[in-house]
């Protein structure tokens, strides 16, 4: 009965690590931006909104063989598409929503809505940015008359694609007369009108906006207070829900008070149930409505690969354990020694490849890292050196250290050898 319950529970156990690896490679194909890509636009950004400042700092000197549109004087910057968007995320970011409704048409609104509301569009606006487009900077026009060749009127350019159900949603920016007749760029009408229906379908949610706007403001890695609380919140349930089947396959497998049962019970225990955790908060993660930036860096799965990492190395022990309880059943004391140091150096390997995933799921790939494998392959080497040392005495090889009487020893505890000369021996 007990060997038939340590099977049972050993076999549920690594199905268990089996799906969740699976579902951790589903979730790392999803498509969106990454981490690189956040950090590329960001970079993006910076540079455009410096050579906005050169270009409103600049004197207004034109040749008269090439004349160039003059970009119009503006305290709010709304001379050009690109500039009109940056200001209004730059100015919404910071909270003042009184400024960023300027950047708004308010003109010609349909009936229930009124210019008052203008604050409130900005607000519900810019959390439909911040959740359902990644504006590249790249792609706007810095010239006062804007994209000439996009399709649109010569009054309008479009910033981006928003989905609503089974529909697209273009985002478009118009060009509008001042109060004194000039020129600038401002969100359009027409996107003005549809922001009550964006929000509703990218909005907080009622529980988010009453959070939001009950909470102290700030943020940390694009995550404000309340979606942490939140994140934090769907974890602790996920741990209680797993905690409890975890420990009975733990409490079943110690039961067989051998070594090799107690580190399947602290695998379980330990890896499984965090991984198992995470995977559970990762898939309820919509119910916290992250940002772009936010998915941006959930992307890199950084815990769920430190977790897989660990539950691997672990579950790596565990197959060694059981080799080697059978070589010794059947006499093989000198092939049971060699797991050893073969184990550390498929785990070496382990980490490797975990370091590998991590890279790409933040959005570098791993061929351009192989690259660089010179002084990797170093570092692999030096920390696998006791072990491959230990296989090639037990392998029979002879080495001649300069130093035989006594071997230095490093302040890390490893012994520096190094091979002369091997000999080896084989029968006539």
Same mark, same amino acid.
């Given at each position: 009965?007990?060997?038939?319950?340590?099977?049972?529970?050993?076999?549920?156990?690594?199905?268990?690590?089996?799906?969740?690896?699976?579902?951790?490679?589903?979730?790392?194909?999803?498509?969106?931006?990454?981490?690189?890509?956040?950090?590329?636009?960001?970079?993006?950004?910076?540079?455009?909104?410096?050579?906005?400042?050169?270009?409103?700092?600049?004197?207004?000197?034109?040749?008269?063989?090439?004349?160039?549109?003059?970009?119009?004087?503006?305290?709010?910057?709304?001379?050009?598409?690109?500039?009109?968007?940056?200001?209004? #995320?730059?100015? =919404?970011?910071?909270?003042?929503?009184?400024? =960023?409704?300027?950047?708004?048409?308010? @003109?010609?609104?349909?009936?229930?809505?009124?210019?008052?509301?203008?604050?409130?569009?900005? !607000?519900?606006?810019?959390?439909?940015?911040? !959740?359902?487009?990644?504006?590249?900077?790249?792609?706007?026009?810095?010239?006062?008359?804007?994209?000439?060749?996009?399709?649109?009127?010569?009054?309008?350019?479009?910033?981006?694609?928003?989905? $609503?159900?089974? !529909?697209?949603?273009?985002?478009?920016?118009?060009?509008?007369?001042?109060?004194?007749?000039?020129?600038?760029?401002?969100?359009?009408?027409?996107?003005?009108? #549809?922001?009550?229906?964006?929000? #509703?379908?990218?909005?907080?949610?009622? $529980?988010?906006?009453?959070?939001?706007?009950?909470?102290?403001?700030?943020?940390?890695? %694009?995550?404000?207070?309340?979606?942490?609380?939140?994140?934090?919140?769907?974890?602790?349930?996920?741990?209680?829900?797993?905690?409890?089947?975890? @420990? $009975?396959?733990?409490?079943?497998?110690?039961?067989?008070?051998?070594?090799?049962?107690?580190?399947?019970?602290?695998?379980?225990?330990?890896?499984?149930?965090?991984?198992?955790?995470?995977?559970?908060?990762?898939?309820?993660?919509?119910?916290?409505?992250?940002? &772009?930036?936010?998915?941006?860096? &959930?992307?890199?799965?950084?815990?769920?690969?430190?977790?897989?990492?660990?539950?691997?190395?672990?579950?790596?022990?565990?197959?060694?354990?059981?080799?080697?309880?059978?070589?010794?059943?059947?006499?093989?004391?000198?092939?049971?020694?060699?797991? @050893?140091?073969?184990?550390?150096?498929?785990?070496?390997?382990?980490?490797?490849?975990?370091?590998? $995933?991590?890279?790409?799921?933040?959005?570098?790939?791993?061929?351009?890292?192989?690259?660089?494998?010179?002084?990797?392959?170093?570092?692999?080497?030096?920390?696998?050196?006791?072990?491959?040392?230990?296989?090639?005495?037990?392998?029979?090889?002879?080495?001649?250290?300069?130093?035989?009487?006594?071997?230095?020893?490093? !302040?890390?505890?490893?012994? %520096?050898?190094?091979?002369?000369?091997?000999?080896?021996?084989?029968?006539?």
């Amino acid at each position: 009965m007990k060997k038939t319950a340590f099977l049972v529970s050993w076999k549920l156990c690594v199905t268990l690590l089996v799906f969740g690896l699976c579902v951790s490679v589903n979730l790392c194909a999803a498509e969106g931006p990454t981490l690189k890509d956040l950090i590329e636009d960001t970079s993006a950004a910076e540079t455009a909104e410096g050579s906005l400042k050169e270009e409103s700092s600049a004197p207004a000197t034109v040749a008269p063989d090439s004349p160039q549109p003059v970009i119009p004087a503006d305290d709010m910057k709304r001379g050009t598409p690109r500039s009109t968007l940056l200001e209004f #995320q730059k100015v =919404a970011e910071k909270g003042d929503y009184e400024r =960023a409704a300027e950047y708004l048409d308010l @003109r010609y609104l349909p009936y229930g809505m009124t210019p008052e509301q203008g604050p409130e569009l900005a !607000r519900q606006l810019k959390i439909v940015l911040d !959740r359902a487009l990644w504006v590249d900077p790249e792609l706007l026009s810095t010239k006062p008359e804007g994209h000439s060749n996009d399709g649109l009127n010569s009054f309008l350019d479009s910033f981006g694609t928003v989905e $609503i159900r089974d !529909r697209k949603v273009k985002l478009l920016l118009q060009r509008v007369p001042r109060d004194d007749g000039v020129l600038i760029w401002k969100i359009s009408t027409v996107t003005v009108h #549809q922001i009550p229906e964006l929000h #509703q379908e990218y909005g907080y949610g009622r $529980i988010g906006e009453y959070l939001s706007k009950m909470l102290p403001k700030g943020q940390f890695l %694009s995550l404000q207070l309340w979606q942490w609380i939140m994140a934090l919140g769907i974890l602790a349930v996920a741990y209680c829900v797993v905690y409890i089947p975890t @420990r $009975i396959i733990a409490t079943l497998v110690r039961r067989r008070k051998t070594e090799l049962s107690v580190n399947i019970a602290r695998f379980v225990a330990g890896p499984l149930r965090f991984l198992i955790t995470f995977l559970i908060g990762l898939a309820n993660v919509e119910l916290i409505h992250p940002t &772009m930036k936010a998915r941006a860096i &959930m992307k890199g799965y950084t815990a769920i690969t430190i977790i897989g990492v660990w539950a691997c190395i672990i579950l790596v022990g565990i197959l060694r354990d059981v080799c080697v309880i059978k070589m010794k059943q059947k006499g093989s004391e000198t092939a049971a020694i060699l797991l @050893r140091p073969i184990t550390r150096v498929v785990q070496i390997l382990v980490v490797v490849i975990g370091m590998m $995933i991590w890279f790409e799921n933040l959005g570098f790939k791993a061929a351009t890292l192989l690259a660089g494998l010179g002084i990797g392959g170093l570092a692999v080497a030096l920390a696998a050196q006791k072990s491959i040392s230990q296989i090639v005495r037990k392998f029979g090889f002879i080495p001649k250290l300069r130093c035989p009487a006594k071997l230095p020893r490093t !302040r890390f505890g490893i012994f %520096s050898l190094k091979y002369e000369r091997c000999c080896i021996h084989t029968p006539l």
